[in-house]
Protein backbone atom coordinates (compact mmCIF):
# COMPACT_ATOMS: atom_id res chain seq x y z
CA UNK A 1 0.00 0.00 0.00
CA UNK A 2 1.38 3.25 -1.16
CA UNK A 3 1.49 5.62 1.89
CA UNK A 4 1.86 8.97 0.21
CA UNK A 5 -1.70 9.17 -1.06
CA UNK A 6 -2.96 7.85 2.07
CA UNK A 7 -5.85 10.22 3.00
CA UNK A 8 -7.52 9.99 6.70
CA UNK A 9 -10.06 12.34 8.26
CA UNK A 10 -12.62 12.84 11.11
CA UNK A 11 -16.23 12.88 9.31
CA UNK A 12 -19.08 14.06 10.79
CA UNK A 13 -22.90 12.49 10.18
CA UNK A 14 -25.70 15.03 11.04
CA UNK A 15 -29.31 15.58 10.18
CA UNK A 16 -32.41 15.94 12.27
CA UNK A 17 -33.78 12.97 13.82
CA UNK A 18 -34.92 9.56 11.69
CA UNK A 19 -33.59 10.68 8.57
CA UNK A 20 -31.26 7.71 8.36
CA UNK A 21 -27.55 8.64 9.70
CA UNK A 22 -27.32 5.48 11.10
CA UNK A 23 -28.71 2.94 8.17
CA UNK A 24 -26.01 4.96 6.59
CA UNK A 25 -23.42 4.20 8.84
CA UNK A 26 -24.22 0.80 8.43
CA UNK A 27 -24.19 0.56 4.96
CA UNK A 28 -20.77 2.87 4.60
CA UNK A 29 -19.13 0.35 7.12
CA UNK A 30 -20.80 -2.89 6.59
CA UNK A 31 -21.34 -4.22 9.88
CA UNK A 32 -24.04 -3.10 12.36
CA UNK A 33 -22.74 -0.85 15.16
CA UNK A 34 -25.20 1.99 14.67
CA UNK A 35 -28.99 1.34 16.38
CA UNK A 36 -31.78 1.92 13.86
CA UNK A 37 -35.27 2.40 14.74
CA UNK A 38 -38.21 3.54 13.29
CA UNK A 39 -38.31 6.23 16.74
CA UNK A 40 -36.37 9.50 16.36
CA UNK A 41 -33.61 9.93 18.96
CA UNK A 42 -32.15 6.50 18.45
CA UNK A 43 -28.64 7.77 18.72
CA UNK A 44 -27.38 9.14 21.76
CA UNK A 45 -23.76 9.09 22.27
CA UNK A 46 -21.30 9.93 19.23
CA UNK A 47 -20.73 6.20 17.81
CA UNK A 48 -17.55 6.60 16.48
CA UNK A 49 -17.24 4.10 13.80
CA UNK A 50 -13.86 3.32 10.88
CA UNK A 51 -14.22 2.69 7.38
CA UNK A 52 -10.51 1.43 5.82
CA UNK A 53 -9.41 1.10 2.46
CA UNK A 54 -6.39 1.24 0.15
CA UNK A 55 -7.71 5.04 -0.69
CA UNK A 56 -7.41 5.59 3.38
CA UNK A 57 -9.70 5.81 6.53
CA UNK A 58 -12.67 7.41 7.54
CA UNK A 59 -14.07 8.00 10.94
CA UNK A 60 -17.25 8.45 11.35
CA UNK A 61 -18.88 10.74 14.29
CA UNK A 62 -22.48 9.87 14.07
CA UNK A 63 -23.89 12.40 16.20
CA UNK A 64 -27.89 12.39 17.73
CA UNK A 65 -30.20 13.65 15.79
CA UNK A 66 -30.51 17.81 16.10
CA UNK A 67 -33.57 19.02 17.74
CA UNK A 68 -34.79 21.11 19.90
CA UNK A 69 -34.24 19.90 23.63
CA UNK A 70 -37.05 19.58 25.99
CA UNK A 71 -35.05 18.06 29.08
CA UNK A 72 -31.60 17.69 29.83
CA UNK A 73 -30.80 14.24 28.10
CA UNK A 74 -32.26 16.36 24.76
CA UNK A 75 -29.71 19.33 25.66
CA UNK A 76 -26.82 16.81 26.27
CA UNK A 77 -27.43 15.21 22.64
CA UNK A 78 -27.96 18.90 20.65
CA UNK A 79 -25.14 19.89 22.27
CA UNK A 80 -22.82 16.26 21.41
CA UNK A 81 -24.30 16.76 17.71
CA UNK A 82 -22.59 20.42 17.35
CA UNK A 83 -19.79 20.15 19.11
CA UNK A 84 -18.86 17.41 16.81
CA UNK A 85 -18.84 20.32 14.13
CA UNK A 86 -15.60 21.64 15.20
CA UNK A 87 -14.16 18.52 15.48
CA UNK A 88 -14.60 16.83 12.23
CA UNK A 89 -12.64 17.63 8.89
CA UNK A 90 -16.12 17.34 6.61
CA UNK A 91 -19.42 17.23 7.59
CA UNK A 92 -22.30 14.92 5.98
CA UNK A 93 -25.60 16.65 5.75
CA UNK A 94 -28.19 13.99 5.87
CA UNK A 95 -31.29 15.02 4.52
CA UNK A 96 -34.59 13.38 3.36
CA UNK A 97 -36.07 14.29 -0.48
CA UNK A 98 -38.41 17.12 -0.23
CA UNK A 99 -39.26 20.42 -1.52
CA UNK A 100 -40.17 21.60 2.26
CA UNK A 101 -37.29 22.74 4.08
CA UNK A 102 -38.73 23.04 7.97
CA UNK A 103 -37.74 24.76 10.80
CA UNK A 104 -35.80 22.02 12.06
CA UNK A 105 -33.78 22.02 8.91
CA UNK A 106 -33.05 25.88 9.05
CA UNK A 107 -32.06 25.52 12.27
CA UNK A 108 -29.05 23.25 10.92
CA UNK A 109 -28.44 25.56 8.23
CA UNK A 110 -27.93 28.35 10.26
CA UNK A 111 -25.61 26.24 12.21
CA UNK A 112 -23.68 24.92 9.47
CA UNK A 113 -23.48 28.15 7.80
CA UNK A 114 -20.99 29.21 10.67
CA UNK A 115 -18.70 26.50 11.28
CA UNK A 116 -16.10 26.51 8.38
CA UNK A 117 -16.05 22.92 8.12
CA UNK A 118 -16.42 22.08 4.27
CA UNK A 119 -20.46 20.37 4.16
CA UNK A 120 -21.21 17.43 1.62
CA UNK A 121 -25.31 17.51 1.79
CA UNK A 122 -26.79 14.17 1.35
CA UNK A 123 -29.72 13.52 -0.01
CA UNK A 124 -30.94 9.89 1.33
CA UNK A 125 -34.50 7.51 0.48
CA UNK A 126 -33.94 8.44 -3.04
CA UNK A 127 -35.42 5.48 -3.56
CA UNK A 128 -39.14 7.00 -2.12
CA UNK A 129 -38.84 9.69 -4.99
CA UNK A 130 -39.30 10.11 -9.11
CA UNK A 131 -35.62 11.05 -10.63
CA UNK A 132 -37.17 14.01 -12.46
CA UNK A 133 -38.50 15.44 -9.00
CA UNK A 134 -34.81 14.69 -7.52
CA UNK A 135 -33.30 18.05 -9.69
CA UNK A 136 -35.69 20.43 -8.03
CA UNK A 137 -35.01 19.03 -4.87
CA UNK A 138 -31.60 19.45 -5.16
CA UNK A 139 -31.71 23.13 -6.43
CA UNK A 140 -34.19 24.11 -3.40
CA UNK A 141 -31.40 22.40 -1.29
CA UNK A 142 -28.37 24.39 -3.17
CA UNK A 143 -30.36 27.58 -2.76
CA UNK A 144 -29.60 27.39 1.30
CA UNK A 145 -26.18 27.74 1.61
CA UNK A 146 -22.50 26.79 -0.51
CA UNK A 147 -22.29 23.09 -0.41
CA UNK A 148 -18.88 21.82 -1.01
CA UNK A 149 -21.09 19.05 -3.10
CA UNK A 150 -24.53 17.01 -3.24
CA UNK A 151 -24.67 13.37 -2.98
CA UNK A 152 -27.85 11.58 -3.64
CA UNK A 153 -28.27 8.36 -2.31
CA UNK A 154 -29.95 5.61 -0.93
CA UNK A 155 -28.73 3.78 2.46
CA UNK A 156 -31.29 1.17 2.66
CA UNK A 157 -31.14 0.30 -1.10
CA UNK A 158 -27.00 1.10 -1.06
CA UNK A 159 -27.39 3.34 -3.97
CA UNK A 160 -24.79 5.56 -5.03
CA UNK A 161 -23.27 5.02 -1.55
CA UNK A 162 -19.75 4.13 -3.65
CA UNK A 163 -19.92 7.27 -5.16
CA UNK A 164 -20.55 8.99 -1.73
CA UNK A 165 -17.08 7.34 -0.36
CA UNK A 166 -15.17 8.58 -3.64
CA UNK A 167 -16.47 12.07 -2.49
CA UNK A 168 -15.58 11.73 1.00
CA UNK A 169 -12.04 10.73 0.29
CA UNK A 170 -11.83 13.36 -2.51
CA UNK A 171 -12.29 15.96 0.14
CA UNK A 172 -9.72 14.38 2.94
CA UNK A 173 -6.01 15.68 3.33
CA UNK A 174 -3.08 12.66 3.23
CA UNK A 175 -2.85 11.71 7.01
CA UNK A 176 -2.07 8.50 9.18
CA UNK A 177 -4.15 5.67 9.93
CA UNK A 178 -5.31 6.35 13.17
CA UNK A 179 -7.02 2.51 13.66
CA UNK A 180 -5.55 -0.65 13.39
CA UNK A 181 -6.83 -1.79 9.26
CA UNK A 182 -9.34 -4.43 11.15
CA UNK A 183 -11.15 -1.46 13.35
CA UNK A 184 -14.83 -1.15 13.33
CA UNK A 185 -15.39 0.92 16.35
CA UNK A 186 -13.84 2.37 19.22
CA UNK A 187 -16.99 1.80 21.40
CA UNK A 188 -16.30 -1.37 24.08
CA UNK A 189 -18.40 -4.13 22.80
CA UNK A 190 -20.56 -3.54 27.22
CA UNK A 191 -21.43 -0.23 25.04
CA UNK A 192 -22.59 -1.67 21.95
CA UNK A 193 -23.95 -4.92 23.51
CA UNK A 194 -26.26 -2.22 25.77
CA UNK A 195 -27.33 -0.17 22.45
CA UNK A 196 -28.13 -3.10 20.73
CA UNK A 197 -30.92 -4.29 23.62
CA UNK A 198 -32.47 -0.44 23.77
CA UNK A 199 -32.73 -0.89 20.33
CA UNK A 200 -34.61 -3.92 20.53
CA UNK A 201 -36.59 -2.81 23.44
CA UNK A 202 -37.72 0.30 21.29
CA UNK A 203 -38.77 -1.91 18.23
CA UNK A 204 -40.97 -4.16 20.38
CA UNK A 205 -42.42 -1.81 22.53
CA UNK A 206 -45.67 0.48 22.09
CA UNK A 207 -45.51 4.09 21.87
CA UNK A 208 -46.36 4.17 25.39
CA UNK A 209 -42.52 3.78 26.68
CA UNK A 210 -40.46 5.51 23.28
CA UNK A 211 -37.22 6.87 24.94
CA UNK A 212 -37.49 7.33 28.98
CA UNK A 213 -35.69 4.05 28.69
CA UNK A 214 -31.85 3.11 28.85
CA UNK A 215 -29.97 0.15 29.53
CA UNK A 216 -27.08 -0.79 31.97
CA UNK A 217 -24.81 -3.85 31.37
CA UNK A 218 -23.85 -4.99 35.09
CA UNK A 219 -21.94 -7.92 34.14
CA UNK A 220 -20.11 -8.97 30.82
CA UNK A 221 -17.95 -12.10 31.80
CA UNK A 222 -16.17 -14.58 29.50
CA UNK A 223 -16.68 -18.29 31.10
CA UNK A 224 -13.13 -20.16 30.55
CA UNK A 225 -12.65 -21.71 27.07
CA UNK A 226 -14.24 -18.99 25.65
CA UNK A 227 -17.36 -20.54 23.94
CA UNK A 228 -19.82 -18.61 26.21
CA UNK A 229 -20.71 -14.95 27.67
CA UNK A 230 -22.70 -13.99 30.47
CA UNK A 231 -24.29 -10.75 30.18
CA UNK A 232 -26.51 -9.49 33.22
CA UNK A 233 -28.13 -6.47 31.87
CA UNK A 234 -30.68 -4.06 33.12
CA UNK A 235 -33.24 -2.11 31.32
CA UNK A 236 -34.24 1.59 33.15
CA UNK A 237 -37.64 3.45 32.93
CA UNK A 238 -39.13 6.11 34.14
CA UNK A 239 -42.99 5.05 35.59
CA UNK A 240 -44.31 1.43 37.30
CA UNK A 241 -46.70 1.59 34.16
CA UNK A 242 -43.59 1.18 31.89
CA UNK A 243 -42.03 -1.57 33.67
CA UNK A 244 -45.63 -3.87 33.48
CA UNK A 245 -45.45 -2.88 29.62
CA UNK A 246 -41.87 -3.68 29.15
CA UNK A 247 -41.83 -7.05 31.10
CA UNK A 248 -44.92 -7.85 29.50
CA UNK A 249 -47.82 -11.01 29.96
CA UNK A 250 -46.41 -13.37 32.31
CA UNK A 251 -42.74 -11.66 30.93
CA UNK A 252 -43.50 -12.50 27.01
CA UNK A 253 -42.29 -8.89 26.02
CA UNK A 254 -38.86 -8.88 28.17
CA UNK A 255 -38.09 -12.70 26.84
CA UNK A 256 -38.71 -11.14 23.34
CA UNK A 257 -36.72 -8.48 23.50
CA UNK A 258 -33.70 -10.63 25.32
CA UNK A 259 -34.43 -13.15 22.26
CA UNK A 260 -33.98 -10.56 19.80
CA UNK A 261 -30.52 -9.11 21.42
CA UNK A 262 -29.29 -11.95 22.18
CA UNK A 263 -28.92 -12.88 18.63
CA UNK A 264 -27.39 -10.08 17.28
CA UNK A 265 -24.95 -9.57 20.06
CA UNK A 266 -23.63 -13.13 19.30
CA UNK A 267 -23.21 -12.02 15.90
CA UNK A 268 -21.07 -9.63 17.37
CA UNK A 269 -18.80 -11.61 20.24
CA UNK A 270 -18.94 -14.80 17.74
CA UNK A 271 -19.92 -16.84 20.57
CA UNK A 272 -23.24 -18.28 22.33
CA UNK A 273 -24.23 -15.98 24.79
CA UNK A 274 -26.62 -16.00 28.00
CA UNK A 275 -28.55 -13.22 28.67
CA UNK A 276 -30.22 -12.19 31.36
CA UNK A 277 -32.47 -9.11 31.90
CA UNK A 278 -33.99 -7.06 34.44
CA UNK A 279 -36.20 -3.91 34.24
CA UNK A 280 -36.16 -1.05 37.00
CA UNK A 281 -37.79 2.35 37.49
CA UNK A 282 -36.05 4.99 38.45
CA UNK A 283 -38.34 8.27 38.24
CA UNK A 284 -37.57 11.24 36.02
CA UNK A 285 -34.12 10.01 34.93
CA UNK A 286 -33.78 11.89 31.86
CA UNK A 287 -33.88 15.02 34.15
CA UNK A 288 -31.23 13.39 36.57
CA UNK A 289 -27.41 14.65 36.13
CA UNK A 290 -25.99 11.70 38.12
CA UNK A 291 -27.96 9.36 36.62
CA UNK A 292 -27.43 10.51 32.79
CA UNK A 293 -23.62 10.34 33.74
CA UNK A 294 -24.10 7.10 35.04
CA UNK A 295 -25.86 5.34 32.45
CA UNK A 296 -23.32 6.78 29.89
CA UNK A 297 -24.45 10.25 28.54
CA UNK A 298 -21.39 12.26 29.64
CA UNK A 299 -19.97 15.12 27.82
CA UNK A 300 -16.70 13.87 26.69
CA UNK A 301 -15.80 17.99 26.53
CA UNK A 302 -16.28 17.50 30.63
CA UNK A 303 -14.14 14.36 30.63
CA UNK A 304 -11.19 15.29 29.73
Same mark, same amino acid.
Given at each position: ??????????????????????????????????????????????????? !? %??????????????????????????? !???????????????? *????????? *???????????????????????????????????????????????????????????????????????????? *? %??? !??????? /????? /??????????????????????????????????? *?????? $???????????????????????????? $???????????????????????????????????????
Amino acid at each position: MSMEKFKSGFVALVGRPNVGKSTLMNRLIGQKIAITSNKPQTTRNRIQTVY !T %DKRGQVIFLDTPGIHKSKNKLGEFMVE !TAESTFTDADVILWLV *EPTDYIGAG *EQYIVEKLKNCGTPVILVINKIDRVKKEELLGFIANYAKQMEFAEIVPVSALKGENTDHLLEVLFSHLSEGPMYFD *E %DTV !TDQPERQ /IAAEM /IREKALRNLSDEVPHGIAVTIEKMHERPGGRLIDI *EATIIC $ERDSHKGIIIGKQGSMLKKIGQDARKEI $EMMVGCKVNLQLWVKVKKDWRDNDVMLKNYGYVNHDEEE
